[in-house]
Nanobody
Framework: QVQLVESGGGLVQAGGSLRLSCAASGRTFNRYNMGWFRQPPAKEREFVAAIQWTGDNRYYADSVKGRFYISREKAKNTVYLQMNSLTPEDTAVYYC?????????????????WGKGTLVTVSS
């Protein structure tokens, strides 16, 4: 069993930055690929970024490439999403996700574990 708790969301102006954190518990955390999805208002949940459990590979949605960076700190059982150059289109609830084979081609129904989400609001 893996439990995920997100933090770091909030209100930011366009062009600003935020860093989301996801604290994971469960002894198998280090064997799971980790990632982030988001759900904008009145839209479906969509993939944002993922990192392989080894840390060797990272995957990004085209909409965030060059602006967002995903990393993980195994010693703290934590995954981060650094978000830069934010735009109002990035406004969404951001969900931490864990799955053994998450690789950037996943739909939400493929994901085994979810956090409860953290709201990011970008004002224009």
């Amino acid at each position: 069993q893996v439990q995920l708790v997100e933090s770091g969301g909030g209100l930011v102006q366009a062009g600003g930055s935020l860093r989301l954190s996801c604290a994971a518990s469960g002894r198998t955390f280090n064997r799971y690929n980790m990632g982030w999805f988001r759900q904008p208002p009145a839209k479906e949940r969509e993939f944002v970024a993922a990192i392989q459990w080894t840390g060797d590979n990272r995957y990004y949605a085209d909409s965030v490439k060059g602006r967002f960076y995903i990393s993980r700190e195994k010693a703290k059982n934590t995954v981060y999403l650094q978000m830069n150059s934010l735009t109002p289109e990035d406004t969404a609830v951001y969900y931490c996700a864990a799955d053994p084979i998450m690789n950037g081609k996943d739909s939400p129904s493929d994901i085994r574990y979810w956090g409860k989400g953290t709201l990011v609001t970008v004002s224009s």
